[in-house]
């Protein structure tokens, strides 16, 4: 069984910086991409990163470009988004996802966390 473990979520101030961290089991993370999305009150699922199994490519969505930097440790089966410079409209609940393909779509994701949320204070 597929288990994805948010953590790192909590309260930040606008400038800040948090670290999400997502432990996977279940699968052979070596050979999955993984991803990133979030989630705001009323709003769709929005793509954050990913990053491919290797960690030879990344992608990033525009709203978050030079500011987040995702990251995984192949070792630990656990994958890394490093946020900086937060914005009060980061505040979401995000998730980590896993697939064996590499893309920016909440349907190229099969298997999802349930959430860390992420709240930033002006």
């Known amino acids: 069984q597929v288990q994805l473990v948010e953590s790192g979520g909590g309260l930040a101030q606008a400038g800040g910086s948090l670290r999400l961290s997502c432990a996977a089991s279940g699968l052979t993370f070596s050979r999955n991409s993984m991803g990133w999305f979030r989630q705001a009150p009323g709003k769709e699922r929005e793509f954050v990163a990913a990053?491919?199994?290797?960690?030879?490519?990344?992608l990033y969505g525009d709203s978050v470009k030079g500011r987040f930097t995702i990251s995984r440790d192949n070792a630990k089966n656990t994958e890394y988004l490093q946020m900086n410079s937060l914005k009060p409209e980061d505040t979401a609940i995000y998730y980590c996802a896993a697939d064996e393909g590499l893309g920016d779509a909440v349907r190229d994701y099969l298997y999802w966390g349930q959430g860390t949320q992420v709240t930033v204070s002006s």
């Open positions: 990053i491919s199994p290797g960690a030879s490519r990344t």
